[in-house]
């Protein structure tokens, strides 16, 4: 990182695409991802880490960009639900949350897309319990939580035989 105006550069590679740019050394993740990268999909909510709407998957594990400081992340790999998708075919679960109504405004869909995909890669068979776990440090105030759960429970792969 050099200075410049007391702003330092950041490499990130964002979605795929390796990127740089000058941000303010005080920038938290999710500010440098918006105003900076032009990554628009993490939302800015609570700003205190309990509501999701800002959740990335850094180094593939799931992140709240509202808690992490820009610069601590140089040189990470940054996934939005904007890579989730290839070009204009959704992914099985995006297919799932769409077909099973499982957003509405879209606020907390980062967060529960990443999160049911981050459950999915490590567990691929959840009990709903598991799903409701996964999805608990993102708040959603439109759908309720049965028809998330039903999505991702949908992508789920049958348990392979004892």
Known sequence: MTGDGGRVELRLTVDGQERVAAVDPRSLLLDALREDFGATAPKAGCRTGDCGAC??????AIAKSCLRLAVAED???????ASMADGDRLTPLQQAFWDLNAFQCGFCLSGMLLAGEDLLDRIPSPTDAQIREAISGNLCRCTGYDSIVAAIRSCARPAAPS
């Open 55 to 60: 959740t990335v998957r850094v180094e593939g």
């Open 75 to 81: 040189g990470s790999d940054v996934r939005t639900i």
